[in-house]
């Protein structure tokens, strides 16, 4: 057996695997989300309800100013992604599960620290 063909085998065992986790979704829940920021303090934070989810089965993303959810229990998926009203600064995220509750906070990054000064004539 060539390379080739025991590469296209790991891709067909890995797409196997693929298909039998989400044929066994049978639930997709957008789960329960509390969003607070404070503009003259420079920060936010999250707060998702996963009732029941272990904590190797949450996948949490996020982009300067968007971000992906994803956790998985039983037969059911929850999943939530949305674009946030302001940039974050991505070296101040944090966050913590417990008990069925993911917390996430940071720093908003301040929209004029890229700002060049101009010149006046």
Same mark, same amino acid.
């Given at each position: 057996m060539s390379m080739v063909e025991k590469k296209e085998d790991m891709v067909e065992k890995k797409?196997? %695997?693929k298909e039998n986790?989400?044929?066994? %979704?049978?639930y997709r829940i957008r789960p329960t989300r509390y969003i607070n920021y404070d503009c003259v303090d420079n920060s936010w934070e999250m707060e998702f309800h996963l009732p029941g989810v272990a904590k190797e089965n949450v996948k949490f993303k996020i982009l300067k100013d968007a971000y992906s959810l994803e956790a998985t229990r039983d037969q059911a998926l929850y999943h939530t992604s949305e674009y946030l009203p302001f940039e974050i600064d991505l070296d101040s995220v944090k966050a913590e599960y417990n008990n069925g509750l993911l917390y996430v906070s940071g720093k908003i990054k301040d929209p004029m620290a890229d700002a060049v000064e101009i010149k006046l004539d």
């Amino acid at each position: 057996m060539s390379m080739v063909e025991k590469k296209e085998d790991m891709v067909e065992k890995k797409d196997d %695997i693929k298909e039998n986790e989400e044929s066994k %979704i049978k639930y997709r829940i957008r789960p329960t989300r509390y969003i607070n920021y404070d503009c003259v303090d420079n920060s936010w934070e999250m707060e998702f309800h996963l009732p029941g989810v272990a904590k190797e089965n949450v996948k949490f993303k996020i982009l300067k100013d968007a971000y992906s959810l994803e956790a998985t229990r039983d037969q059911a998926l929850y999943h939530t992604s949305e674009y946030l009203p302001f940039e974050i600064d991505l070296d101040s995220v944090k966050a913590e599960y417990n008990n069925g509750l993911l917390y996430v906070s940071g720093k908003i990054k301040d929209p004029m620290a890229d700002a060049v000064e101009i010149k006046l004539d």
